[in-house]
Every structure is written in C-alpha cells, then in structure tokens.
C-alpha cells in the first residue's frame, strides 16, 4: 500500500501515532471552524466523548508493543520479537505484544471514524459543503488504513494468525454497520459517508485474505512483504473514492446557483435539464454501483474469490470452523455491496426516469463541475485499463 520505509521517524510507533492524532484533530477543526459559541463547545465536547476512548485504546497498545519488544521501531521491534521467539521466558513478552498489535489495529481504525460511533452527531456536517464533508471522512480512514498496513506488514512475527482474525472481526463488524446504516440513510452526506467506509470495510476484508494468502503460500517464499501485496489493489480503493469526491462536487456544483442538494429526492429527473452534469452523476453511481470493470467490481471481485478460495483450501483442516468464518464474511460482503448496489441503482433512476419536482435551468458552478468531470474522466480511464488487461 505504501512504500517500504528508510527514514527512522517513519518507523517509530510513537511519531507514527503522533502524526495519526494531529491528522484527525487539524481535520477536526476544519470541519467546525463554521461553527460559533456554545454550538462548537457542544459538538467539541460530544467530539471528545466519542473519541477519547479509542485514543486511550490505541496509546495503550503502542505502549504494550514498545515495551514488550524494547523499542519503539519497527524494524527493531520485528527482530527483536523474531529472536526472542525460541525462548520460554518470553511467553509473557509475546502475549503483551500481541495484545498490543490488537489494541493498536482496532484502536487506529476505530479512532479512524470506521465505526461511526459519532455518526449521530450532524451537526458538523450541516456547515459544510459535500466535498468538504467527504474530505472530513477520508481523511482520517486513509491515515488510519496507512498505519494498520504499515505496523501489521512489519510487525509479522507477531502471531499473525490472530491478526488475520482481528481483521476477519473488524472487516465484518465495518461492513455489517456500514450496510445496517446505509438501509435507513436519507441524506447525500451520510451516502457518501457510508460508501466510503464500506470500501474500506473491503479493503480490511482483503488485508485479512492476504495475511492468510502470505502465511500459507508463496508469498513469503518469495519475500513479497504485505506492503507489496496490498499495493496492487490500493489504486482500485483510490479510484472508489475518487467517485465518491466526484459526486459530492456535482451536489456542490448544483447548490451553489440555488438552494443547497440535501436529499436524494431534489434530483429527481434532473438529466431532463442538465444532461451534461446528470450524466456525469449517473457514471459515477453507475462506477460506485460495481459494473464490471469498475475499481468497485475489481476490489469486491477480488475479496470474494480469496475469501472463497481461503474457505476451500483450510475447510479440510483442523481449523474448519475458523475458515467457515471467512465463507460467512464473504457472504456479508456480498450483501453489503448489493446494498451499496441497490442504494446507487435507486438514485440512478431517480435522476432519470423520475418526475422533476423542480427545474434546474441555472448553470452549474464551473469549477466544481470541471472537478466533477475529471473524477469521471479518471474513473473511466482506470476501468478502460483494467478491461484492456483483462
């Protein structure tokens, strides 16, 4: 997913925390600066409730790592770890690591907002524009998936079997949430929202697989570190959310001439008046909604098969309750995207075929149109290259 790191700083877990707070609080901030009084006081304090849990979550599992391997690097923390292995006397030392490998996976990706636990609280939201809102989302869930992959990839001899069941839980409990939300969903910023976490709720299925892929085949045969593999699928994750940004700047666009686009049912039949900006709108659904060929149908296509193959390959074994588990994650999975599947079809055909409640004569704003159109042009050029390799 990223690239192996040579700078000391980029491998030390407390720098690397520190950078993953300051991220959150700045985005933080920026998504209240419209707010005044005792209304930022409140969505602050509700802010800090939410959080500071998670926080406390994640500095505990940094602590218990450091101190288990005597480090707080990564690379040191991995040999340390690998040398200490044989020794009985370290029993107690593998346990606190890997506790802390757990608290830090879970806390970063919770801290990240993947478990929306202060989705209830709008009002943030309602003083931002989409693209804004979008930006407030992905911010922190790239950051937070950037660290997950750098600390498992690195920090392997640390009883990867159970990391690859955390990421197993983790996978289903964002998918199930994500999907569970999007049935009841009536505004476009929580949509968008929710399709974000749900690609990353595929991505961390995917991390799993491939752990497991890693573990028992020729992955590490052949010193293909974690790193390396995620970073295959990685531009299809991107391109999802370059959808994603591309839909919040045509709702953007729109409102800035009028009223501002809350709701689905605003643009019902509005490719009778903007054909140009409604059939760039319908692309996007149509990329999001996982047509074949699409970074949405190349990642979920791509989790499905190894979740399968993972299922057949280790029912045989002793452990076939485990991989059973990973057949029902696979049929979550596929059940999530359907919804996200149906939710993009729905609005689709709301653009189309609806009857207008509303004429949109004035023009889009030009910048975000223009914006809107090269997350088309992109996502587009991406499924054509993945067509052509296919």
């Not at 602050?44 to 101190?67: D, E, M, N, R, Y």
């Not at 079997?161 to 409990?173: K, P, R, T």
């Not at 009841?184 to 595929?202: F, R, T």
């Not at 999802?240 to 666009?253: E, R, Y």
């Amino acid at each position: 997913m990223i690239p192996e790191t040579k700078y000391r700083m980029a491998n030390d877990l407390y720098f690397l925390v520190f950078c993953f707070e300051l991220v959150l609080y700045l985005n933080f901030m920026l998504l209240t600066r419209g707010l005044r009084g005792m209304q930022k006081q409140v969505v602050c304090l509700q802010q800090l409730k939410a959080t500071l849990p998670l926080t406390v979550i994640l500095l505990t599992g940094v602590v218990l790592l450091s101190t288990a391997a005597d480090s707080t690097d990564l690379n040191v923390i991995q040999k340390n770890l690998q040398s200490s292995g044989q020794e009985l006397a370290s029993l107690p030392n593998d346990r606190s690591a890997m506790l802390g490998l757990i608290l830090i996976v879970s806390g970063a990706l919770f801290r990240a907002g993947l478990l929306p636990v202060h989705f209830p609280n709008r009002l943030p939201l309602k003083e931002v524009t989409h693209l804004q809102a979008v930006m407030a989302i992905l911010i922190p869930v790239a950051v937070g998936l950037l660290i997950m992959v750098l600390v498992v990839s690195q920090v392997i001899e640390v009883n990867l079997s159970s990391v690859e069941q955390l990421l197993f839980f983790l996978s289903l409990i964002v998918l199930t949430v994500a999907a569970g939300l999007l049935l009841v969903e009536k505004e476009w910023k929580g949509i968008l929202y929710l399709i974000v976490i749900q690609s990353a709720g595929v991505f961390l299925a995917l991390l799993s697989a491939v752990c497991w892929k890693w573990r028992h085949e020729s992955l590490a045969a052949e010193t293909v570190s974690i790193q390396q593999a995620m970073r295959v699928y990685t531009p299809a994750l991107l391109f999802i959310w370059v959808a994603v940004i591309g839909l919040a700047c045509f709702l953007d666009s729109l409102g800035q001439r009028r009223s501002a686009i809350l709701y689905p049912e605003q643009l019902r039949g509005l490719i009778f008046d903007q054909r140009l900006s409604g059939s760039a709108a319908v692309i996007l659904l149509a990329l999001l909604m996982g047509i074949p060929g699409s970074a949405a149908f190349l990642l979920n296509w791509q989790v499905v098969v190894y979740l399968f193959e993972i299922h057949q390959e280790a029912s045989k074994g002793t452990l076939a309750i485990v991989h059973a588990g990973y057949l029902g994650l696979s049929i979550v999975l596929i059940v999530s995207t359907t919804l996200v599947a149906f939710t993009c079809a729905k609005l689709i055909l709301l653009i189309c075929f609806a009857k207008p409640l509303a004429r949109y004569r004035q023009r889009p704003h030009r910048g975000l149109a223009l914006i809107c159109y090269g997350c088309v042009l992109g996502a587009l050029l991406f499924s054509l290259q993945y067509l052509l390799k296919f």
